[in-house]
């Protein structure tokens, strides 16, 4: 969601900043502005509607500064306006403020602003801080800012400049991601890595309840508990060139091809032969340990939590343990029991994603074990779990999920071997998944090989504006993930239901303008898939199968994407991809922003 971007050092700021904006595009946003400290340290604020080139266009040719905050905004008070985009100011201008996050008591905040007779100018919750900073009875803008947080009740993550103190900025965090980037004799600050790897590679992210003060030589976090704190820069290892297009017409385009490598990483280095596992040292779980969880819930949100479901099928059948997944974004408002011998696997690509990372403050809280299945080393969730599996898919761009929803399915399927050789899974079975496993980008690659094929599926199932996704078992989440796709992107309606559950009233739905997409693995229940659709035709209804070869379908005229054939515990990693290509190909013939899809955002760092 909204991005943050700082700098302060000897260059100009406002070419850096908008580079940084632009690398935060994918987050999703409806506005965007800089604050520049120019001529006389006098802040030159400039916003716009609209994408950050609208806010490029609109600045003036001779913008000079070295010491500047930017921001892209989704909006969550008051709509997208230039009133309502960040930075916001103090009434004299002196203090500029960009902030992700809401602020839960802003409305109560800005009666008594109101009252004290500050004239506020927009709609926002972040107006309030400003005003709050410039009027704080503190010394020093460290002091000021931590005063007027304070007084504020809900996530956020702010930088702060001030043209009485322009030799620093000041920021914090709480609940929502900020990082800063040391680099020679300069320093930056942004919400996402993506904004500072053309600049340095050294970092240090900043925890909850934790402020820093930077300066073109160097940066100091403190809390208000206990004074200074010590947070070292880490190495990160992202290339500027993974964030490019690489000759792709889109980046869900280009992380759909680049599967087959992704799990090649993901897989390098874990499968052991010898004993039939996995390798999952990163799990801090000795043998013992993994033999003592009674079972396993998998919390995420949106795709992750799709690619949990399919996490918890392959732990039941490989590993024997009850487990389940759960919609991260309701977990702990249910005030849930967290259970000693319940092993918690908290799913998340960017590991940002705000209600994940609260259901493991939840289940830490309550003392629980919970590990992280993320694909950003020293993300929120990697930092908060007890251990974790990294995903390895490398940057994902694209608001919809392909790439790092394939290796969290591998993931899960490494942690449900791991799992299952502790207990009655033999070594015959554990070596019968491994060779599975390593055949998989193969497998990949020979999917993606018939995206024309594909494509031209894409197109028929575009034309009709609602649509059903079929599956059953192992087959309802890859339905689930199929249609989660296709709405994402197509704004079509699509809808997912367990191939079971269509003669439970669903059914009196189809006709010849709703198809449904099929999932028809070759498996135990295919006798039970073909009978629905059969039921399906037999109302008119067009149907796309999504199956394996061999697969025998009479008399049906039903057109089918084929996909290979791995061991059934693994068949929904592959029955997902062409499901991936589907919903790019149909929103690709409707026109549509595909990797912006509207009202949406890449990480969901608000609740």
Request: with cysteine; aromatic share 6%.
């Amino acid at each position: 969601m909204c991005g943050i971007v700082g700098y302060i050092g000897g260059q100009n700021a406002a070419p850096i900043l908008l580079e940084g904006l632009t690398r935060l595009e994918y987050r999703g946003y409806d506005s965007a502005g800089i604050a520049v400290l120019g001529a006389k340290n006098t802040a030159q604020v400039h916003r716009v509607v609209g994408r950050v080139r609208n806010l490029a266009a609109a600045l003036p040719k001779r913008l000079t500064g070295k010491v500047g905050i930017g921001h892209t905004r989704w909006a969550t008070h008051g709509p997208a306006s230039e009133a309502n985009a960040h930075p916001h100011t103090s009434e004299d201008g002196r203090i500029c403020v960009v902030h992700n996050g809401i602020i839960d008591n802003a409305d109560a905040l800005r009666a008594q602003l109101a009252d004290a007779g500050v004239e506020l100018t927009s709609e926002t919750d972040t107006e309030v801080l400003a005003h709050l900073i410039a009027r704080a009875n503190a010394g020093t803008l460290e002091d000021a800012v931590v005063e007027a947080v304070s007084r504020i009740t809900g996530t956020y993550a702010i930088a702060v400049t001030d043209s009485a103190h322009p030799d620093r900025l000041v920021i914090a965090r709480n609940g929502s991601p900020l990082i800063i980037g040391v680099g020679d004799r300069e320093m930056f600050v942004a919400s996402d890595l993506a904004a500072l790897v053309r600049h340095t590679s050294q970092v240090a992210h900043l925890d909850d309840g934790e402020f820093a003060t930077v300066f073109a030589t160097g940066y100091r976090t403190f809390t208000v508990d206990e004074g200074d704190t010590t947070k070292p820069a880490t190495e990160i290892d992202i290339d500027a060139e993974d964030l490019d297009l690489g000759g792709y017409p889109h980046y869900m385009a280009k992380e759909i091809q680049e599967q087959p490598e992704c799990v090649e990483r993901i897989i390098r280095g874990r499968l052991d032969d010898r004993f039939g596992v996995a390798r999952l040292d990163g799990l801090n779980l000795t043998p013992r340990e993994l033999r003592g969880f009674a079972r396993v819930k998998i919390l995420g949100c949106g795709s992750a939590y799709y690619a949990g479901q399919v996490g918890a099928t392959m732990i039941e059948e490989l590993a024997r343990i009850p487990a389940d997944a759960e919609a991260a974004s309701e977990f702990r408002y249910r005030n849930p029991i967290i259970e000693a011998d319940t092993l918690y696997i908290a799913v998340s690509q960017s590991g940002e994603t705000i209600d994940t990372a609260f259901a493991v403050e939840e289940i830490k809280r309550k003392g629980g074990r919970v590990v992280g299945l993320v694909n950003v080393v020293g993300s929120t969730i990697a930092r908060a779990c007890d251990g974790g599996v990294y995903l390895h898919a490398g940057p994902e761009i694209a608001v919809a999920s392909t790439k790092a929803l394939t290796n969290m399915a591998v993931g899960f399927a490494l942690i449900a071997l791991t799992l299952g050789r502790v207990r009655d899974l033999s070594n015959a079975d554990g070596q019968r998944i491994i060779d599975a496993i390593r055949a998989l980008p193969g497998q990949i690659k020979s999917i993606l090989d018939f995206e024309p094929e594909i494509a031209g599926h894409a197109k028929i199932v575009a034309a009709a504006t609602s649509l059903f996704f079929v599956g059953r078992v192992r087959g309802y989440p890859v339905a689930r993930e199929g249609a989660q796709k296709f709405k994402e992107i197509s704004y079509r309606h699509a809808e997912a239901y367990q191939t079971s559950e269509l003669k439970h009233g669903p059914l009196a739905l189809i006709d010849e303008a709703l198809p449904t997409v099929a999932i028809v693995p070759s498996d135990e229940l295919t006798e039970r898939n073909l009978a629905a659709v059969q039921q399906i035709k037999a109302r008119g209804g067009p149907v796309l199968a999504v199956t394996h070869e061999g697969v025998d379908f009479g008399e049906l005229d039903v057109p089918r994407i084929v996909v290979p054939k791995t061991e059934p515990e693994l068949d929904p990693i592959l029955l997902t991809i062409p499901l991936q290509l589907l919903a790019y190909h149909a929103a690709l013939t409707l026109g549509y922003d595909i990797d912006k899809p509207r009202n949406l955002a890449k990480s969901v760092t608000v609740e």
